[in-house]
């Protein structure tokens, strides 16, 4: 985007920048993208105007920061568990990934962006590059045969899923439907990694050199 947002070094216990950030953050929670204004955030977060505008000169430049900050968290989060080979871990932070997405601050967030997103190219393509790198950090952590159509179902799903809870508001019927789909996509991910296995030992078996034949003895 230009002009960029600044990227200078915070001052002082968690920096203006940071404080900015986050206030911003729990505005689109609290009430959606309607209410994000940069004189509003500044008054919140005890800022300066001139400080808010300093690291982030337009509206989009902070809605950009703030994106960027939440899908940093959910996919540092999927990068360490993408690291392990304990499937009870993978299988935890799916389910807080899972939270997290169909909360209803995201999903009064999300649904404001994307309205948004509608009418400026700016805001969409920001979405666009966060929800790929969403996707992708899903896939890595999924892994095997078709993991970005896995990592794009689960996402689709999942925003479903927060939609659908956000009308109804119905814990029980939310858990069982959650529990349904983590079921569904561990099974998927399991036989996704089965048949690579099996790929990968038949591919072993025909690169194996074949021993010569040895001629008939003589009589």
């Known amino acids: 985007m230009s002009p960029r947002a600044h990227t200078a070094p915070d001052v002082g216990a968690g920096g203006i920048r940071q404080r900015i950030l986050n206030t911003a953050l729990a505005i689109l929670h609290?009430?959606?993208i309607q209410g994000l204004s940069q004189v509003r955030v500044a008054r919140r977060a005890k800022v300066r105007q001139s400080h808010l505008t300093y690291y982030f000169p337009r509206r989009c430049d902070l809605l950009e920061a703030v994106a960027v900050q939440f899908v940093d968290g959910v996919v540092h989060s999927l990068g360490e568990v993408a690291a392990r080979s304990a499937p009870g871990d993978r299988?935890?932070?799916?389910?807080?990934?899972?939270d997290a997405i169909t909360d209803r601050g995201h999903m009064r967030m999300l649904t404001g962006v994307i309205v948004e997103a509608d009418s400026d190219p700016e805001v969409r393509a920001v979405v666009l590059r966060e929800t790929r790198r969403v996707q992708s950090a899903l896939a890595e952590l999924l892994g095997g045969e078709g993991a970005m159509d896995r990592a794009a179902l689960l996402l689709t799903s999942l925003w479903?899923?927060?939609?659908?809870?956000?009308?109804?508001?119905?814990?029980?019927?939310?858990?069982?439907?959650?529990?349904?789909?983590?079921?569904?996509?561990?099974?998927?991910?399991?036989?996704?990694q089965r048949e690579r296995g099996n790929r990968g030992r038949e591919g072993a078996r025909a690169s194996r050199p074949s021993r010569p034949s040895r001629p008939a003895r003589g009589r």
């Open 30 to 32: 609290e009430e959606g």
């Open 91 to 98: 299988d935890a932070t799916l389910r807080r990934v899972a």
């Open 160 to 192: 479903g899923l927060g939609l659908y809870d956000f009308v109804f508001q119905i814990p029980a019927q939310r858990s069982a439907i959650m529990r349904s789909l983590l079921s569904w996509l561990g099974e998927e991910t399991s036989r996704s």
